[in-house]
């Protein structure tokens, strides 16, 4: 049955509906989960710290502490940076709104710098623009799975004596001048909700190699309580069930069961990886090809694993609103999707006084941009019928020259 109608008539170039992306379980998953579930632990047992020994291999940062999302994640990472009331945070408007959210959290300002506009990620010039003796740290989103320009942001948080805080939910095994992305930023953040590159159903994690912030991350994420007798402050050891909350923090736990299931997904990231660098390939050439779209640019210091993949809308060469086009693909059952609408453009943002036009570069990119399926389940056959439904409606709605 087709299940839609045909916007440009015709028949639609795929018979089902393809989303722009979906998790990959296999029985290996349903088994390493199904063990935990009837063993001794349900959380805090050996599979959530397997998992932070996995991720500290994966990325060579010196600790991991795995959390119950990618926002618990952020969050815990601007408690341990120390923000509060007073403080602001840098970070880009086109990231899902969580990258925000974190700083509102902790009662600081987020501050937007625009993007650049080739590679959609945040511009290190507007960074620098927009700091002020308040600025405390940087949120770096590394958006749809391309490594921001982490060096300029290094020295931007060196001169200035600011936080690198890399939000990393796009990028688990990405690489950024030959060193794992999580290994290099103050603190990098991973989500593993099931859109993302690995997933636990949720999930998150915090990669640092600095001890102090680790502590502070470790007690953030579980009630700021400690039975660690170095952190106490009063130890008088009465007996072994002492323990002492130092920290206001929150219960921010993974279980082990989804500790195993990400550990399972873990085994086949480098798979999932050589996958979606594939398909990424073959749209590059295939839409490259043609002068209505405009492919993402990569800085050459990003060996990137791709988590979305964006292709933008040449409004010179297109007579459509990206309304149209988006109805269009709909039609030929090719389900897009779009990253992101700017975070300061929300409701709750412009009640809190932010306006639009704060960044220029971010809102005109964001009118023509549109997300394409990409995950490592897609057959040959898939990614071929996404690019005929991009061909197709770029025909129609081609302005010749
Ligand atoms: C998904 C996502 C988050 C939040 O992760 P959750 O696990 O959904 O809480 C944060 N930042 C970015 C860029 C994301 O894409």
Not at 122 to 129: F, T
Not at 301 to 311: F, G, K, P, Q
């Amino acid at each position: 049955m087709r299940e839609t109608l045909a916007v440009l008539g015709g028949s639609p170039v795929r018979e089902h509906k393809i989303s722009y992306g979906r998790q990959w379980i296999d029985e290996e998953d349903v088994k390493a989960v199904s063990e935990t579930l009837l063993g001794d632990y349900l959380t805090c047992g050996p599979k959530v710290e397997e998992l932070e020994k996995e991720l500290c291999k994966l990325t060579g940062a010196k600790h991991a502490v795995a959390v119950s999302n990618g926002t618990a994640a952020l969050h815990c990472a601007c408690i341990a940076a120390g923000i509060g009331p007073g403080d602001e945070v840098i970070t880009t408007p086109i990231t899902f709104a969580a990258s925000a959210n974190c700083a509102l959290y902790c009662g600081a300002v987020p501050v937007f710098a625009d993007i650049r506009k080739e590679t959609y990620n945040i511009d290190p010039d507007s960074i620098r623009a927009h700091i002020t003796p308040r600025t405390k740290a940087i949120v770096a989103v590394d958006f749809t799975g391309q490594a921001v320009e982490a060096d300029e942001i290094r020295q931007i948080c060196e001169e200035y004596g600011l936080i690198f805080i890399e939000d990393g939910a796009h990028s688990i095994a990405t690489a950024y001048k030959g060193r794992q992305v999580g290994s290099f930023a103050d603190m990098t953040t991973f989500s593993f909700h099931p859109v993302k590159t690995i997933t636990g159903g949720e999930g998150g994690a915090i990669l640092t190699n600095d001890d102090d912030l680790y502590r502070k991350l470790v007690l953030a994420h579980s009630h700021g309580i400690t039975k660690d007798p170095e952190l106490m402050e009063e130890a008088p050891h009465e007996g072994p069930w002492y323990y002492e909350q130092v920290s206001l923090g929150y219960n921010y736990r993974l279980t082990d069961i989804q500790a195993s299931l990400l550990l399972s997904q873990m085994k086949k990231l480098p798979m999932f990886r050589d996958r979606r660098k594939a398909i990424v390939a073959r749209y590059d050439e295939a839409f490259s090809e043609m002068p209505e779209i405009i492919v993402q640019k990569e800085i050459p210091e990003s060996d990137t694993c791709r988590h979305l993949y964006i292709i933008r809308l040449n409004p010179d060469r297109l007579r459509c609103t990206r309304r149209e086009f988006f109805d269009a693909m709909s039609a030929e059952n090719v389900q897009c999707q779009i990253h992101y609408i700017p975070v300061y453009w929300f409701p709750y943002y412009k009640r809190l006084g932010y306006e639009p036009g704060l960044c220029p570069a971010a809102e005109e990119v964001y009118k023509g941009i549109v997300t394409i399926p990409l995950y490592p389940k897609m057959t040959d056959e898939d990614v071929e019928d996404v690019i005929h439904a991009v061909k197709k409606v770029v025909e129609y709605y081609r302005i010749e020259e």
